[in-house]
């Protein structure tokens, strides 16, 4: 099947006691057994719960892995991932990455006894000269949040595969989807995502997901996501599959209206930098184009004027909302280093306070602009 199908397809069958066409809620904590530990494949819905069943084959299918697991949320997900590691184990991180996911290495795993690093990604070399004996896994975002550089997961993967110890490769794949980008076909291990993003796309649910090939790594998690149980309900999965339904149709639309906006940005007085993976000025712009088939939905600048401007900027649009997140239908704007990022404050990625995030919604473009040039009109008055 063609991606755009399996987006429809994948997973969901036409429920065998109704003929329903969509997936079922299965609103149900616990399954009734034929005799003791006779049951249908379902006991109890922390372990399993057909509604999940089809979202998670339905993720596999779409990112070209073997199993899916879905989590309660993005960070959920990742803490399952680390924690397949082992106390005195290293992480080699990207230097840009999610504020949640670093606050989750340093203030919650690093006390457990991981260690991190954090080098910049973008450079093959970097991630070379940064593996230690000790180095279980290295993580990356690409496109990063919230700078948006792009890292080479073909050439990372490469590397790893050739070194000694052979650390997983986990990659975050929240902002380009596997609609535009594949990590698994480039070499990576695990992938990662906040389904509250782009699969789900309409702002209505937190979740998150892991994807992979290796069935004995499968199995761990599958065995972490039980005993740990930070699983989603069957509700959250059903609108997560919902979501993926329309992922196609909507990227293409976020990622042409994302460019149309990142040009118009570009050049204008009171912004010193646009940021967007496909665009001439990215500095990643090849290998962007390399991996992934559209630029996404997200743009980045920075205000000339710093923090001040950029506060007053993002108060100042109407359609583009001022909230955290990403990735829904509707147009949202944040100034990291005050919102998603705080917890990377006054750390050694700590994000530039003059930065602004869009995601690029599925408005008109022309709204969009011109929602951007007034706001930019009145913080210049
Ligand atoms: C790139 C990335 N990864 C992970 C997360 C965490 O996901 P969640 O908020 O669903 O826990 C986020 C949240 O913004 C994110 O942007």
């Excluded at 504020?99 to 093959?124: A, H, I, N």
């Excluded at 975050?172 to 796309?201: R, W």
């Excluded at 990735?327 to 602004?356: D, F, K, R, W």
Aim: aromatic share 6%; hydrophobic share 40%; net charge negative.
């Amino acid at each position: 099947m063609k991606f755009e199908t399996e987006c429809i397809h994948a997973g969901q069958e036409p429920d065998p006691t109704t003929g329903a066409v969509m997936t079922p809620i299965y609103q149900t904590a616990t399954y009734v057994q034929q005799g003791v530990g006779k049951h249908r494949g379902y006991e109890y819905s922390r372990t399993g719960n057909p509604t999940r069943t089809a979202l998670e084959a339905c993720l596999a299918s779409l990112e070209n892995g073997a199993y899916g697991l879905a989590f309660s949320s993005g960070m959920a997900a990742t803490d399952a991932v680390l924690r397949l590691l082992r106390p005195g184990d290293h992480v080699l991180s990207g230097n840009d990455i999610y504020g949640g996911t670093y606050r989750l290495f340093e203030q919650v795993l690093r006390p457990y006894g991981l260690d991190f690093t954090y080098v910049d990604t973008c450079d093959p070399e970097q991630v070379r000269d940064g593996l230690r004996e000790n180095t279980r896994m290295v993580w990356l975002e690409t496109p990063t949040n919230p700078v948006l550089n792009i890292s080479d997961v073909g050439s990372i993967a490469n590397l790893l595969r050739s070194s000694e110890n052979r650390p997983l490769l986990a990659v975050d794949n929240t902002f380009a989807t596997p609609y535009l980008q594949k990590p698994l076909d480039l070499g990576a291990d695990l992938v990662v995502h906040s389904t509250t993003k782009f699969l789900g796309g309409h702002s209505d649910v937190v979740g998150g997901a892991v994807i992979g090939k290796d069935m004995a790594l499968r199995d761990r998690l599958a065995f972490l996501q039980n005993a740990v149980g930070a699983v989603p309900g069957p509700m959250d999965c059903f609108l997560v599959l919902r979501g993926i339904k329309t992922l196609p149709v909507r990227m293409d639309r976020h990622s042409e209206n994302a460019a149309v906006v990142a040009d118009f940005l570009t050049g204008q007085t009171f912004i010193e930098k646009v940021i967007y993976p496909f665009h001439q000025s990215h500095p990643q712009m090849e290998t962007a184009r390399k991996q992934m088939s559209q630029g996404g939905g997200m743009v980045s600048f920075i205000m000339r004027d710093g923090v001040e401007a950029a506060r007053r900027f993002a108060e100042c649009t109407r359609i583009f909302s001022l909230a955290e997140s990403l990735g829904g239908v509707e147009s949202l704007i944040e100034v990291p280093a005050a919102m998603t990022h705080l917890s990377t404050a006054s750390s050694p990625i700590a994000v530039n306070p003059g930065l602004v995030r869009l995601s690029v919604g599925l408005e008109h473009v022309d709204d969009l602009v011109e929602d951007l040039a007034r706001a930019l009109g009145e913080v210049g008055n």
